[in-house]
């Protein structure tokens, strides 16, 4: 028979565990109790045990009846709290655990069992029951993964600008990077051009024995001369060095170290400025742009002014 039960509750959609659970929770009572209580116990897990009441469903008639011959012996009992009738213990112990009701009595009345058509009805009436329940349960659920859509498309619009935004602001930092780059470069390349001018100029003079410029001087060189007023800013004091250290992403640093100074102090102090100290010495690149010279791990023992970065120069410092 409860072979029976169980292909009439999983002929409703139930998986085959939870009807078996369903028919020993409520003491074998049938399909139709059976099904009853999964609509009341949805939240139960299907590995739970099985409770230890039957269900408290009224699958049988209204009527009842006295004993035959009029005999007293117990039959049902009776709630009295709301006159309900209660066909055994099992369902007694259920009605009480669910209403909270305490007060029940002996009965000598035999609760009818219903007729096929009866029970054909009630089973008619859980069925559209459990179909109201699940339609509400999938509209819920539905309702639901509609708004985790909408909360997940509003977050990855949020992602997608944030991370637009974010790509913009390096851009344009990258872009601000190089044009200080391109401008020390030139700065630094005219500087040079004019330092070996007048050097040439120097040598010149001194291999021809002349202690001032000719009259006779190429007037290209009396425009390489034009410029001396403004030696004093290239021969500067070379006991110290100024040094431009341009890093991505960072506002151009400029420090002034002493010439005897190791390129190790230098690079400790460019270590000390960045936001992701602690980093490892050996990762941070220093190099020259012009002329182009990247500095070993060999280098950092030696000065500034054995280095060639005397009175100034600009170091692009980067990590590995």
């Known amino acids: 028979m409860q072979t029976d039960d169980v292909s009439s509750i999983t002929a409703m959609g139930f998986s085959e565990k939870r009807a078996r659970l369903a028919l020993a929770s409520t003491g074998g009572q049938g399909a139709q109790a059976a099904i009853l209580w999964l609509t009341e116990n949805e939240d139960v897990p299907s590995d739970s045990e099985p409770v230890s009441s039957s269900m408290d469903v009224d699958l049988t008639s209204e009527a009842t009846s006295p004993g035959p011959d009029g005999d007293q012996s117990i039959n049902s009992y009776q709630c009295d709290d709301c006159n309900k009738q209660l066909r055994n213990e099992d369902a007694v112990h259920f009605h009480a655990h669910k209403t909270g009701h305490t007060n029940f009595s002996e009965s000598s009345s035999v609760i009818a069992e219903l007729s ?6 009630r089973l008619e009436d859980l069925r559209l029951k ?90 290209a060189a009396a425009a390489a001369a034009a410029p001396a ?13 100024r040094i431009q250290v341009r890093m991505t992403g960072a506002a151009p640093l400029v420090l002034r170290l002493p010439a005897a100074s190791p390129l190790a102090i230098l690079r400790d102090n460019i270590l000390r400025t960045m936001p992701d100290s602690p980093i490892d010495p050996r990762s941070l690149m220093l190099m020259t742009s012009f002329p182009r010279r990247e500095f070993t791990e060999d280098d950092m023992s030696k000065t500034l002014g054995d280095l060639g970065l005397v009175p100034s120069a600009a170091i692009v410092a980067s990590i590995r």
């Open 116 to 121: 096929p058509e009866e029970k054909a009805k």
């Open 130 to 219: 459990l179909r109201e329940a699940r339609e509400k349960r999938e509209a819920a659920e539905q309702l639901q993964s509609r708004m985790s859509e909408i909360d997940r498309r509003k977050t990855g619009r949020d992602s997608q600008k944030a991370q637009q935004e974010y790509k913009e602001r390096a851009r344009q930092a990258e872009l601000a990077q190089s044009r200080a780059e391109r401008n020390a470069d030139a700065a630094y390349r005219a500087q040079l051009i004019e330092r070996i001018a007048r050097e040439r100029e120097a040598r010149r003079r001194e291999l021809a024995g002349e202690s001032e410029p000719t009259a006779a001087a190429p007037a």
């Open 229 to 241: 007023p403004a030696a004093p800013a290239i021969t500067v004091d070379h006991s110290f060095a």
